[in-house]
């Protein structure tokens, strides 16, 4: 037997948010390398200790902004360079996201995510963006804005309008980032997510699986969210969904073991984060769904549209759930 399935991971306990600390890639790739069963009852022992294991969070995103980015995330169908037949809107009224809003509440989310296809936004922008987050807010939801990186002072404003999380993901491994990314630098992310928690937000911050990395890759992308200090407080994990006009339209499938592995890695590391199935649910089969909940997924986007790529429908999900038994937070 491989002597890393044996060798313990030692625990660092640093700050009361910050449940697990200093997590060596080489650490991190120890687990995935775990007999399968094994980990997956690691990472369910670890989810109980946390979570009632028989509930799920339900978010709903919205786009609010769609298309024209002038970024190149090789993954990214609203990239303003990639031919991908999404077309350009332009930001939403705040009236229209708040009808949205309470419709999701009523089919059971009680968290709205709110997404624009920015580099990052401008002053004006965030006018806009201050009203309809204000508006969600008083529906007694749960808001969470991504809006690309955030000059001085701007999570301050999102944060006093109502804003509770904001997304920034790493999307891969600082090793692996060049090849998906190169308009940003990696230390751009870690600096918005440096902003967004000095504003006294809740950090959501994940990334993408799929994109040709290795599994060395996949266990530094989650050493590095493990890593951060305080742990975000939710953790995006998406499968990569390959877009026609993008770089990574023809990107080899990930096995479905290595993805949820990648979800019980995630949930070791990362114990009281809420570990969201995002991008890529709706090729999943159900039985694959379920594997992952018990991997220690607590979190899924919920009805029809995420941001440009198909959800399953809320229908599909209620079945799903009650032949599981699970029940939404």
Known sequence: MNASHTQPIVIKRTTPHAMVQ???AADVLALFDLPF???LFRAQQTHRLHFDANRVQLSTLLSVKTGG????CGYCPQAARY???VENQKLLCADEVIETARIAKENGASRFCMGGAWRGPKQRDLDELKKMIAGVKSLGLETCGTFGMLKDGMAE??????LDYYNHNLDTAPEKYGDIVTTREYDDRLDTLGKVRKAGLNVCSGGIVGMGETREERAGLIAQLANLDPQPESVPINNLVPVPGTPLENAEPL????FVRTIAVARITLPKAYVRLSAGRRE???AMQALCFM???NSIFYGDKLLTTGNPDVEGDRRLFAKLDLAPL
């Open 22 to 24: 200093n997590w060596a």
């Open 37 to 39: 069963n094994d980990l």
């Open 69 to 72: 980015c002038s970024e190149d």
């Open 83 to 85: 031919h991908t037949g």
């Open 157 to 162: 404003q999102l944060k006093e309008s109502g």
């Open 255 to 258: 096995d479905w073991t290595e």
């Open 284 to 286: 999943m089969p159900e």
């Open 295 to 297: 991997a220690g997924a």
